[in-house]
């Protein structure tokens, strides 16, 4: 992991089209913009998870069995 100190209106750059910028700053609190193309998604990770155990749910249960019982 990458580590950087950044002040309020300063920004980073991510593979030359993701720019990160610290928007405010409030006791441990950071408010953070970013700008990014359409195409690529941006999640706050306790979401991103929430969409990954959705998936693995779906894929596990009842449509995977359908599935098995399509292929046989």
């Not at 300063?10 to 950071?30: F, M, R, Y």
């Not at 690529?40 to 894929?59: D, F, G, W």
Request: charged residues 25%; proline residues 3%; glycine residues 4%.
């Amino acid at each position: 992991m990458l580590a950087l100190s950044r002040k309020k209106n300063e920004a980073l750059v991510i593979n030359n089209n993701i720019e990160v910028t610290i928007l405010e700053i409030k006791g441990d609190q950071v408010k953070i913009g970013i700008a990014a193309p359409k195409e690529v998604p941006v999640y706050r990770k306790e979401v991103y998870l929430q969409i990954q155990n959705a998936n693995k749910e779906a894929t596990d249960s009842s449509g995977m069995a359908a599935l098995k019982d399509l292929l046989s």
